[in-house]
């Protein structure tokens, strides 16, 4: 991995306990990325931050790391729990952060429970009953747990938000209130936010639920990340596939995301790509979240190297060696293009990132371009990157089961039609 993305400044010239340094030693960490440079020696003083960040820049290192050392620092004899919460749009994100979190904190005696929906409830409820120091959680299953009266807020001392961007678009935003006037006043706990975009809605909720926040800024010379390539091609809908393929077969990724706008268009695409050799993971809203978690395990470990994937794994996934980024549709929303194409070149590596203007959503191009600050350049397509293709199968139709009164005579008066005059 390339360090050019990193500064000069050393996690252990920081205020971090030996047991911390110790677990970003295990986990190759030593210089930190911009962000953290700027917002832990803020935060590790106990001042709110709210931070702003390109994805994968490091932020979620920054508010685990200022959180671990907050409830280090508590030297209280009798702890009440739980002590801090880290709060998370999505469950995918929700679960890359507890990941991270047991990395780093692998020296930590803290105990922490994830919590977020569509799955184990009893066993999770029995978690946020016990002694939890920090619970990373999705919030519609924390309140429910927290209205139930599974768990307390009255002893909050670190509050953290994660893409509270995302948030809101996905209409949280009457949640997180909920729970944040429930905790400690903002002046008795450490508040910590962080986000792709530090929009007006963002901020107006920083101001309004914390403590005098410090902004930083990261700021770029680009919207997406240096590090991305950035082409298109303009295919008809009908030569969208073949494309695709000629690209798959000419590029050879190391590891690659497809994004679509709809499961119908993630199902047709997976069958032509499994019809010609290709196994691949099919991400979507409606998949369970068990089957979710083995399809992105299956992808993080090599044993499948390409992810169709709707909007929902837009955001939030930290996997590494993603080297190729396709929109095979391009988003309908703006924002959306940068988190899609920053699921490659994370963390100072390169990354390619194609986009199809097709037919059906050539309209996003202009708004795209626009939203980004530049052209994105529009390369031939050449018949090389146009293959003869193989058509999947056609799924053989279910037998018609018989009317009970087929060959049974109608033996019902019908009335005469009135003649039409």
């Not at 955001?315 to 590494?320: A, F, Q, V, Y």
């Amino acid at each position: 991995m390339k360090k050019t993305h990193l500064t000069d400044t050393q996690f252990i010239n920081l205020e971090l306990s030996n047991s911390i340094l110790r677990g970003l030693n295990d986990a190759g960490y030593d210089q930190c990325t911009p962000i953290q440079d700027r917002s832990l020696p803020i935060a590790l003083r106990d001042r709110d931050v709210a931070g702003q960040a390109q994805t994968g820049t490091g932020k979620t290192a920054s508010f685990l790391l200022a959180t671990f050392q907050r409830l280090l620092n508590d030297k209280s004899e009798t702890k009440k729990y739980p002590r801090a919460i880290i709060l998370a749009p999505t469950r995918e994100l929700a679960i890359q952060i507890h990941k991270d979190a047991l990395l780093l904190g692998k020296y930590l005696n803290f105990n922490m429970a994830l919590i977020y929906g569509g799955t184990d409830y009893q066993k999770q409820q029995k978690i946020v009953q016990g002694n939890v120091d920090i619970m990373i959680a999705t919030p519609g299953r924390l309140i429910d747990f927290y209205r139930k009266k599974d768990f307390s807020l009255d002893n909050i001392q670190v509050m953290v938000l994660d893409e509270a961007d995302r948030m809101f678009d996905l209409g949280f935003i009457k949640d997180i209130r909920y729970l944040l006037n429930r905790m400690p006043s903002p002046e008795k706990r450490l508040n910590l936010l962080f986000s792709a975009t530090l929009s007006f809605k963002v901020s107006e909720l920083a101001y309004e639920h914390m403590n005098q926040p410090v902004m930083v800024k990261i700021e770029s010379a680009t919207m997406t990340a240096d590090a991305v390539n950035e082409v298109a091609f303009c295919p008809a809908n009908e030569q969208k596939i073949p494309l695709l393929l000629g690209l798959i077969q000419t590029h050879n990724p190391v590891r690659s995301i497809i994004f679509v706008n709809t499961k119908r268009s993630a199902e047709k695409l997976e069958s032509y790509l499994a019809a010609n050799g290709h196994k691949v993971a099919l991400l979507s809203g409606d998949v369970p979240q068990d089957k979710r978690q083995r399809l992105l395990a299956d992808f993080q470990e090599n044993r499948v190297t390409i992810m169709i994937a709707t909007d929902v794994a837009a955001r939030g996934l930290h996997i590494p060696d993603v080297s190729h980024v396709f929109n095979f549709d391009l988003p309908q929303d703006v924002e959306d293009y940068v988190h899609r194409i920053g699921r490659t070149a994370r963390f100072g590596a390169s990354g390619e990132a194609v986009s199809f203007i097709c037919e059906e959503y050539a309209y996003s191009m202009p708004d795209i371009e626009e939203y980004i600050g530049h052209k994105i350049p529009v390369q031939r397509m050449t018949e090389e990157l146009l293959p003869e293709i193989i058509k999947p199968a056609a799924r053989p139709r279910s037998p018609r089961k018989p009317s009970p009164n087929r060959g049974v005579k109608d033996t019902r008066t019908r009335k005469p039609r009135p003649k039409v005059v």
